[in-house]
């Protein structure tokens, strides 16, 4: 009987809009309680929407939930707000629902929820047993109304939204040039996505020996050795070059095998077509092969270059000074001034071709050896001792460990920091340098372009000297930079550009932090094994 009624004819009551004033003017609050009790007894999953609200607040809106339902069945015009109500959820309007927030056991929950609740008053609001049985009709009515109507939204909100992601799905297959198959191997069968078909450029499903048939004949073994194995170990992964149109594309095939009774009987999976990504790969390749030869050239260009003109320069730094001391006699003052402006800048001539000849040498040697750090600091100390004495330098580090290595390069990396450090010291104030050393673990260089490793080992070089802007902290490893004159400091700006090559060469890193006037702190992280 129910389902010949039209919706309308069952949203028409006689009795029940007198049982809706009847709660709402005497038990409204009492009414309200019960049914957010029971929505938190059912679990409604609808109630996940209300978490960031306290209990309070939550009642208030059941309470105002409760007072618009019992208004429509009073008013006697359930029908207009169902489809009012449900209009705006498939719309999107809901002023606290949005149209993908309800499911289906939202549906089903709450219009038990208030079935239930309605039928509790009933007794409370008449003895009378004809009006008893026609209120448990009509709420029946209304609660089955309700969930039909409110199923059939849901349905048409799920389609749509289905439709909409398959859309979207086959957009993005287009985007990324894959396309989507399946294989059923009983029926011999093959479904492919359109994405599929302009892939291999048919205008319908292809059988497998069509498909071989334009697979490059070199990877054509290939191909079919793949398939066989992983009719066994139940996956397939295979790139191919596939011949179509006098074109060669490059394919990439992914996919799983579906079982029955142990038995292989279907495969779906995907293909994407990856011409133009190996072209560019290619290319890249190609490019960083030309950068290699050109980077060995130039190392190879500054070696000779260095090598080559030390020795004229040599020759002019002996001649020059042979002049100025077998015939400054016969020298004017300006003569003498201008040999001894040749001297000197032959000396930083040739300082600068051997930092150059330096850094165009200091390239990963063979193997890393285990050398004990602190023995290393003390050769340079020995080398630099010279320097450190005229300075009045104070040199403390506390006992660095044993460490693999290039031995050569980080001893040059301790002489060029040093030496920094004395160097741009404060005239008035003796230079204090501190090393000193932790064992750092992968987490701590999470952050760091940094080979990887079990364990690595920071060291610090701290100094007390002028320090330099905050701003400067990464183009001081330039090639060439200089912060100051050569007049104010004397060098040729590589020092500091052989320290980061010298880190790098290790798979580390290297990092200088410092405050201007309050001195400066090299960090060096070194992988180790």
């Not at 579906?258 to 990856?274: A, F």
């Not at 490893?477 to 040729?492: I, P």
């Amino acid at each position: 009987m129910k389902a010949a009624m039209s919706a309308q004819d069952m949203l028409k009551f006689k009795h029940l809009p007198g049982l809706g004033r009847f709660i709402l003017e005497n038990h409204l609050d009492e009414f309200s309680r019960e049914q957010l009790d029971w929505c938190y007894e059912f679990s409604l999953p609808l109630l996940r929407l209300f978490s960031n609200l306290n209990n309070e607040q939550v009642f208030e809106i059941t309470k105002k939930s409760s007072t618009d339902l019992l208004l429509v069945l009073i008013s006697n015009k359930a029908k207009e707000h169902l489809d009012e109500a449900l209009a705006k959820w498939a719309n999107n309007k809901h002023e606290m629902i949005g149209r993908f927030d309800v499911v289906a056991e939202d549906i089903t929950l709450l219009n038990h929820i208030r079935q239930k609740g309605l039928k509790k008053w009933i007794l409370k609001y008449t003895a009378n047993p004809e009006e008893i049985i026609a209120l448990n009709n009509e709420i029946d009515d209304y609660t089955f109304a309700n969930n039909t109507l409110s199923t059939n939204t849901y349905i048409n909100i799920l389609t749509e939204r289905l439709e909409r992601k398959s859309n979207q799905l086959l957009e993005a297959q287009g985007i990324a040039q894959v396309g989507s198959f399946e294989w059923n191997f009983v029926e011999t069968s093959r479904d492919n996505s359109p994405e599929m078909r302009k892939i291999f450029e048919t205008e319908k499903p292809q059988s497998y020996e069509e498909m071989l048939e334009h697979v490059h004949p070199e990877d054509k073994e290939k191909v079919i050795k793949t398939l066989q194995q992983s009719l066994v170990n139940g996956s397939y992964s295979c790139e191919f070059r596939y011949l179509v149109n006098n074109k060669e594309k490059v394919l990439w095939t992914k996919a799983v095998i579906h079982y029955e009774d142990e038995k292989p009987v279907l495969m779906t999976g995907t293909v994407q077509d990856i011409t133009e990504r190996k072209k560019t790969e290619q290319s890249l390749l190609q490019k960083t092969i030309e950068l290699e030869v050109s980077n060995s050239n130039l190392e190879k260009f500054a070696y000779v270059a260095s090598h080559d003109l030390q020795e004229p320069l040599r020759k002019i730094l002996m001649h020059t000074d042979l002049l100025i001391n077998s015939e400054k006699e016969r020298l004017s003052e300006r003569g003498k001034g201008l040999l001894e402006k040749i001297l000197s800048s032959t000396s930083k001539m040739k300082r600068l071709i051997k930092d150059i000849l330096t850094y165009s040498t200091i390239n990963p040697e063979q193997k890393k050896e285990k050398v004990n750090l602190e023995e290393l600091l003390r050769e340079v100390k020995t080398e630099l001792e010279y320097l450190i004495v005229q300075k009045a330098a104070v040199i403390h580090s506390e006992n660095l460990p044993a460490a693999s290595v290039f031995p050569s390069q980080i001893k040059q990396l301790f002489q060029n920091l040093i030496s920094n450090s004395i160097k741009f010291s404060k005239k008035d104030q003796p230079p204090v340098i501190n090393i000193t050393h932790t064992i750092l673990d992968p987490k701590k260089v999470a952050d760091k372009k940094i080979a990887p490793a079990f364990t690595y080992l920071q060291i610090c070089i701290t100094d007390n000297g002028i320090g330099f802007k905050k701003n400067h902290s990464h183009e001081i490893f330039s090639l060439f930079k200089r912060l100051h004159t050569q007049k104010e400091f004397e060098g040729s700006g590589l020092g500091l550009a052989i320290c980061k090559k010298v880190a790098e060469n290790h798979g580390g890193t290297i990092e200088a932090s410092g405050e201007f006037g309050e001195g400066a702190t090299f960090t060096i992280i070194l992988p180790q094994p």
